[in-house]
């Protein structure tokens, strides 16, 4: 909110709002996912523009709703979410290609990599869109991660049921973030820094794992522009 409303927009968040329902689909619970999807519509259909800052959210919306809704045979519910998801983006997303910024006004003086999620690398194909962002915050030094394509190991349940793979997975990334020397490791979604921040934290490695939105909005100043609303 911080970020967008300097660039001058106004940002609403709906207290009506819960959890997408990715969840509950990606461990079989379609049916139960149903309610979630229709609070989602039905919350965030007002508005001009959503963005939400994590591409494992918008992904599930733009590419489970509609598919979970017509499966149950409700075509009404599954028009109106793939309307309500064709106006929902991942933050850098929405900041590169709709609103056209890349420079935010940020200031961060610290050495940071910079991890791309499964999600918002595959099923966003969001790109070069966060590093473009993160060029452009003043103080930076901004390090490549090696094998930055490759998953953390969370998963959701993946690091519950098959806890050893995901650890071994973990082990891999914290290795390739250590030898960055980087200070921060940042990411798109909260949940691959929660993997990636706890097994850091346990070694007292000294890296912090920081949102790449919290990086962006590290400093403060005002603007003018269109409506938006932001979801969780």
């Given amino acids: 909110m911080t970020v967008l409303e300097r ?80 106006r929902t983006y991942e933050l850098s997303q929405l900041l590169v290609d709709v609103l056209g910024v890349e420079d935010v006004g940020a200031h961060y003086p610290h050495r940071v990599t910079y991890h791309p999620t499964c999600h918002s690398l595959r099923l966003l194909a969001v790109g070069d869109r966060p590093l473009r962002l993160l060029r452009r915050v003043s103080g930076i030094d901004l390090v490549p991660l090696p094998d930055a394509d490759v998953c953390c190991g969370f998963g959701g349940t993946f690091a519950v049921k098959n806890a050893d793979t995901s650890t071994a997975m973990l082990a891999d990334k914290m290795r390739n973030v250590l030898a960055t020397r980087a200070e921060v490791c940042t990411a798109g979604d909260s949940s691959c820094l929660m993997h990636i921040g706890g097994g850091l934290s346990r070694l007292r490695a000294g890296v912090k794992t920081v949102h ?21």
Avoid: K, W
Avoid at 20 to 34: D, E, F, K, S
Avoid at 212 to 232: K, M
């Fill in 7 to 86: 660039l001058g927009h106004e940002v609403v968040f709906p207290a009506e709002q819960t959890c997408c329902g990715q969840m509950h689909i990606n461990t079989g619970y379609q049916r139960a996912a149903l309610p979630l999807i229709r609070r989602y519509v039905d919350t965030f259909e007002p508005y001009e523009l959503i963005v939400a800052p994590s591409g494992s959210c918008v992904g599930s919306i733009g590419h489970q709703h509609a598919m979970v809704a017509r499966r149950h045979h409700d075509e009404d519910l599954a028009q109106r979410a793939q309307a309500v998801a064709a």
């Fill in 212 to 232: 790449l939105a919290e990086i962006l909005a590290s400093t403060a100043g005002a603007g003018q522009g269109a409506p938006a609303a932001v979801s969780r």
